[in-house]
């Protein structure tokens, strides 16, 4: 069972460049899918990154491509997303969520986008706002 624990959210001047981390507890490596997602009100919920480490597989949406960075320090289990140039359409409660097993990653990578029912474990989330 894996438990995230989000943190680094807050206020944001445009242009901006924060880190958001998530402490992931139970997590194995390799055998998990990891990925950030954000919701902004009154809109749904949307995968801007993933990352199956073992595999070297990544992605990311299309809106923060060449902005925003995934990356796990596996000997402590911390995920993170590194973001630049931040705009104030990046406002939105940010999540880290985990899936079990690499096929979440491979299905991302074929789909082109990530769905969050896939994900079983979702951090409480963190507010992050530009403006």
């Known amino acids: 069972h894996v438990q995230l624990v989000e943190s680094g959210g807050g206020s944001v001047q445009p242009g901006g460049s924060p880190i958001l981390s998530c402490v992931a507890s139970?997590?194995?490596?390799?055998?998990?899918?990891l990925g950030w997602f954000r919701q902004a009100p009154g809109k749904e919920r949307e995968g801007v990154a993933a990352l199956y480490t073992m595999a070297g597989s990544s992605y990311y949406e299309d809106a923060v491509k060449g902005r925003f960075t995934i990356s796990l320090d596996k000997d402590n289990n911390i995920l993170y997303l590194r973001m630049t140039d931040l705009k104030p359409e990046d406002s939105a409660i940010y999540y880290c969520?985990?899936?079990?097993?690499?096929?979440?990653?491979?299905?991302?990578?074929?789909?082109?986008?990530?769905?969050?029912?896939?994900?079983?474990?979702w951090g409480q989330g963190t507010q992050v706002t530009v403006s």
């Open positions: 969520a985990a899936a079990d097993g690499r096929g979440v990653m491979a299905g991302i990578l074929a789909l082109g986008g990530m769905v969050a029912d896939e994900f079983g474990y």
């Open positions: 139970g997590y194995k490596y390799g055998d998990h899918s």
